[in-house]
């Protein structure tokens, strides 16, 4: 399984940003997929998950109300609507994909939040 993230970028307070997430490989049974972050200084840590059908998320509460997880299976693509970005979300992203309980990660991309 191979996930590519893309989207990252510099953008200034209150703008928003979409990562994509693309996987490929052998994928046939998903059990949920990712975004996580991992800012300077700090452990990574959990941003957004969803389910493989999509209808159960779950989001830190440092996030919620302001990004938004979803998935398109037929295109094999995870996304992340980030809005409202604060200097806080800085940070590299990282796309998680768990199948039959094993983990797999992209090479993540960057997001700066910076006026």
């Known amino acids: 399984v191979q996930l590519q993230a893309s989207g990252g970028g510099l953008v200034q307070p209150g703008e928003s940003l979409r990562l994509s997430c693309a996987a490929s490989g052998s994928i046939f049974s998903i059990d949920y997929m990712g975004w996580y972050r991992q800012a300077p200084g700090k452990q990574r840590e959990m941003v957004a998950l969803i389910t493989h059908g999509g209808f159960g998320t779950d989001y830190a509460a440092s996030v919620k109300g302001r990004f938004t997880i979803s998935r398109d299976n037929v295109k094999k693509t995870l996304y992340l609507q980030m809005n409202s970005l604060k200097p806080e979300d800085t940070g590299v992203y990282y796309c998680?994909?768990?199948?039959?309980?094993?983990?797999?990660w992209g090479q993540g991309t960057l997001v700066t939040v910076s006026s």
């Open positions: 998680n994909l768990v199948q039959l309980q094993t983990a797999y």
